[in-house]
């Protein structure tokens, strides 16, 4: 077992920890560097994707030859968790949710007219994406098998009706993959579709206002309403949509937990030089021994989250889907992140709940990070029916 970095990814690690330093971080610092969602303004973002791409540092996730930089999954871990040292940093990179797993499954299952037409222009920074899956009630939540939005196939056409909500990014995205139910087959009841924003039959109703920061283009509620989808843009096979859902949704939680761990590192950096000389009680903060544990206990979750996410990492590079390994990291890295920025708030005092630091921007977006791409309770629940079926094999070495 060897815990080093390739030096090729090493250098990739350092390159991005300059990068941001000297481009990012800097941005954060200004209110009017925002846009109207708390998240960076878009002059400023395309002027740091230009530069990102001009320093090799563009896509790393995507094959060296669609423009990306070919790393695999355990490469990314180190790389995702430096770009989110900065709240703005992925996005600069086009590492950023939603695209960075609407790529990634694009490029594992699209055909390769598929990648040509919807990959490509993300992979360029041309187009945003989106991803489309989860309804209101009575429909597709934590449990996929309640979906409602249905595909019915009309000669070489399907046409959709339905509701999706929560749809990130969807307020400025071009290309969009959805799921939809196309029959009533327990396990095969579903499929996979794409199309283009420019596409007649569809609209938003909403952009639905979040407690947190919100990715540029928000978060939709969308209404289909006789989107037709010509039968090539299906993705895989028809009744393949929980499968397609199965596999961006591994790599993508597992890349949120690598930026997660990146901000929640960064909460805790927030906090180090204030313990250091802040006194109270004739001693620095740090030299009290209750200020000591919270800061240990932070420091140490942190590591058993990017272990974790590591290992799911090693996995699934193996082609392994890492169910289990995806679903413990994703419990214990959102839940981490959640814990240490309120630990960092704690330490900084009455300046941590000001906007004077990042801190209260990263509290209102962590909350997120215990719902989305499953709630805790769901992964705990896979969890527990892996325990259930496997006994003491749930603990094992690959
Ligand atoms: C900021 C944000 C961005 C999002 N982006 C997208 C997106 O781009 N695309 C998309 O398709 N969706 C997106 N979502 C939706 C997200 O994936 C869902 O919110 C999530 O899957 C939970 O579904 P739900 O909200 O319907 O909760 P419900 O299914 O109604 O569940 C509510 C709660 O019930 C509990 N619960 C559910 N099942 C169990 C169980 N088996 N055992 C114990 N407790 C349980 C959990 O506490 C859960 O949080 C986003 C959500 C947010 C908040």
Redesign the pocket.
Same mark, same amino acid.
């Given at each position: 077992m060897d815990f080093a970095l390739p030096p090729e990814i090493d250098d990739y690690r350092i390159r991005i920890r300059a990068f941001v330093k000297k481009h990012v971080i800097p941005v954060e610092t200004h209110q009017g560097n925002y846009d109207e969602h708390d998240n960076i303004r878009h002059d400023l973002l395309e002027d740091l994707r230009t530069k990102a791409k001009n320093a090799g540092l563009w896509a790393l996730q995507m094959p060296k030859e669609f423009g990306g930089q070919g790393l695999n999954v355990a490469g990314m871990a180190p790389c995702y968790e430096e770009m989110n040292r900065s709240i703005f940093g992925p996005v600069c990179f086009n590492s950023a949710a939603?695209d960075d797993g609407n790529m990634i499954v694009l490029n594992k299952i699209g055909t390769k007219a598929q990648k040509e037409r919807w990959l490509q222009p993300i992979i360029d920074g041309e187009v945003r994406s989106?991803?489309?899956?989860?309804e209101p009630?009575p429909g597709s939540?934590?449990?996929p098998s309640a979906m409602l939005t249905t595909a019915e196939k009309k000669g070489n056409t399907w046409v959709v009706n339905g509701r999706?909500w929560? !749809?990130? *990014?969807a307020g400025e995205a071009q290309h969009f993959i959805l799921i939809a139910r196309t029959s009533d087959h327990t396990r095969k009841g579903l499929s996979a579709f794409l199309f283009d924003a420019d596409q007649p039959g569809w609209e938003i109703l909403r952009r639905i206002p !979040?407690m *947190?920061p919100e990715e540029h283009g928000g978060?939709c509620e969308i209404l289909f309403n006789g989107l037709e989808i010509p039968d090539e843009n299906r993705l895989m096979d028809v009744g393949d949509g929980l499968k397609v859902a199965q596999i961006r949704l591994g790599t993508a939680r597992l890349t949120h937990c690598m930026r997660w761990t990146g901000m929640a590192k960064r909460a805790l950096e927030e906090t180090l030089d204030y313990v250091a000389e802040r006194k109270a009680f004739g001693e620095k903060l740090a030299d009290h021994e209750g200020v000591q544990w919270l800061l240990g206990e932070a420091a140490m979750q942190i590591e058993i989250g990017r272990l974790l996410t590591m290992r799911a990492a090693v996995k699934l590079d193996s082609g392994d889907f890492a169910r289990k390994e995806v679903s413990m990291a994703k419990v214990v890295v959102s839940e981490t992140l959640h814990k240490a920025i309120d630990t960092a708030i704690q330490l900084r005092g009455a300046r941590g709940y000001s906007k004077d630091t990042p801190l209260e921007w990263m509290y209102r977006y962590a909350r997120?990070a215990r719902?989305?791409?499953?709630?805790?309770?769901?992964h705990k629940?896979v969890l527990s029916r892996y325990l259930l079926s496997e006994g003491i094999d749930f603990w094992s070495w690959d």
């Open positions: 939603p989106s991803f489309a899956m989860t009630a939540g934590s449990d999706k929560f !749809i990130t *990014g !979040i *947190g978060h997120q719902l989305v791409d499953g709630s805790s309770e769901t629940m």
